[in-house]
């Protein structure tokens, strides 16, 4: 559901020294025995122009880390706390990756936005701990597959950008070993976390929190653009203008960036949470080191897909309790930003900081309905009554008598052609249709499809795409079995088509 990529010429942008060696420690990459490249993202290359660099170029600057011209002299680690399945751990920063380079895309608004290009499994930095700061190759695949689904199914994600497999022989307790070895870069809109807030906080600097703040703001949410541009209705249903982020503006002047950041990061991690709900998604460990400020999906380690509606569907096998169960994931993205609310108080009161925080329900409502609205291809209407229809549709799936993709699948485009006088082809006698989706069969009849919704060809194939375990485990033995990369490639191909086929008139 997400648009081409613009692209854009190369235009470095070293911005993170701004911050000072406070927030980073210099690293040396490390020395692979190899540099095989795997996968190069050419459609992502073209958005910050480096898409005409030559194989042996990519590999001298996405292997051995020679600097990009202009850009960052040297690897940089970044340094951060967080909460890890909720307990605090401030033995923790960049422990595998680091940033290499940073730069402006092709968007057209506040003159590109700033992206990064960080590692991993770069090597051992000063977070290291006891790690070897490597990275398994079916790990890097996994993270290939994840990002490249999430963007196609329109959740905001860092883009995997180089795959290079490094020829190291790697131990791992949860994996066949040795197994094989590579390292990844990531294009991604910032690598500031919510740990790298609570850090700060927790070591007393409020004077780095100011300045981090100001950062953010600057580089990531340049446009004065909060609560002027939400739905009053859906947001404030019965409160005037002196509500919110305006409010705190004219209370606490001094407080004003705090909330202001706060604010913008309660509408992306709000969009975040409904993305990974609408695709059935689940990430396993939404930590609060691993939810960006800009809110953009990242660092995937045990994720999943569940197939049905399965509110109680867990990814990693660590997770004893549930915490991060498919349904569980927006409470948890809400817990991670009261802790950067509770980091920001530093340089903020709680008057000024809690209007953004309350603000989040309502905003994950409002993102559900138009993650679920644009994944079946239907024209958003009132929101309370576009809710009646999301909750049919969580009922009925939670029947699990369909999986979630083959439901989308069959209703895009809902029930309404979206031409006077042109034939209702799209309620069809489907067999699951008497399982719980009277309600929602009725409910689609009287919606309206977005304009050309299921013209691509994507839309006549006899199944969805998707990515279940199965799959996943079943590309993997292809290429660790007999060295075949082509399924992965394959279903790289079948995933940027349906993206295709979900961006098209959206």
């Not at 960049?94 to 608004?109: E, P």
């Not at 953004?356 to 138009?370: G, I, K, T, V, Y």
Request: net charge negative; proline share 6%.
């Amino acid at each position: 559901m997400t648009a081409d990529p613009q692209a854009a010429p190369y235009r470095p942008e070293p911005a993170i020294l701004e911050l000072g060696d406070a927030f980073y420690d210099a690293v040396a990459p490390a020395d692979f025995p190899q540099a095989i490249l795997r996968f190069r993202n050419d459609r992502q290359a073209a958005v910050v122009g480096l898409d005409a660099l030559s194989d042996d170029d990519w590999i001298r600057h996405f292997a051995r880390f020679e600097p990009l011209p202009d850009n960052l002299p040297e690897p940089l680690a970044l340094r951060y706390h967080g909460h890890q399945f909720r307990v605090y751990n401030s033995d923790i920063g960049d422990g595998r990756g680091f940033l290499f380079a940073q730069l402006r895309d092709g968007a057209k608004d506040h003159g590109g936005r700033l992206l990064d290009l960080g590692t991993k499994g770069s090597g051992r930095t000063p977070w290291s701990r006891f790690g070897d700061g490597r990275l398994t190759l079916k790990g890097a695949v996994r993270e290939l597959l994840a990002s490249e689904m999430l963007e196609a199914l329109g959740a905001e994600t860092s883009k995997t950008f180089s795959l290079i497999e490094t020829g190291e022989p790697l131990e791992r307790n949860d994996e066949p070993s040795p197994t094989r070895s590579a390292v990844l870069v990531r294009l991604q809109h910032g690598h500031i976390r919510i740990g790298t807030f609570q850090r700060l906080a927790t070591l007393g600097e409020a004077d780095n929190i100011r300045k981090l703040t100001e950062y953010c703001l600057k580089h990531y949410y340049p446009a004065a653009r909060h609560c002027e541009e939400r739905s009053d209705a859906a947001i404030h249903p019965a409160s005037g203008p002196e509500t919110g982020l305006l409010r705190s503006a004219r209370n606490d002047e001094e407080g004003w960036p705090a909330a202001r950041l706060l604010g913008h990061v309660a509408d992306a991690t709000a969009r975040l949470a409904a993305s990974y709900v609408a695709a059935g998604f689940v990430h396993g460990v939404l930590n609060s080191d691993n939810i960006a400020i800009t809110a953009q999906s990242f660092d995937y380690g045990p994720w999943r897909w569940t197939p049905y509606w399965d509110g109680g569907f867990t990814a990693a096998y660590f997770d004893h309790q549930g915490l991060y169960a498919f349904a569980r994931q927006p409470e948890a993205i809400h817990w991670d930003l009261v802790q950067l609310a509770l980091s920001l108080r530093a340089i903020a009161e709680a008057d000024a900081l809690t209007p953004e925080l309350e603000l989040f329900p309502a905003l994950f409502r409002e993102a559900l309905r138009d993650a679920i609205f644009a994944r079946l291809g239907i024209v958003p209407g009132a929101l309370d009554e576009d809710m009646v229809v999301v909750a049919a549709i969580e009922e009925a799936l939670s029947k699990q008598t369909v999986t979630i993709d083959r439901f989308f699948f069959d209703w895009r485009g809902g029930g309404r052609p979206p031409v006077p006088g042109v034939a209702n082809s799209l309620i069809r006698d489907l067999p699951y249709k008497g399982e719980g989706f009277e309600a929602v069969a009725e409910m689609l009849a009287a919606r309206t499809g977005v304009v050309g919704a299921r013209d691509h060809a994507y839309w006549s194939d006899p199944e969805p795409c998707s990515m279940h375990i199965e799959e996943v485990e079943a590309i993997w033995a292809a290429i660790a079995e007999a060295d075949d990369w082509s399924p992965l490639h394959a279903k790289i191909a079948a995933i940027r088509r349906m993206g295709e086929a979900l961006a098209a008139n959206a």
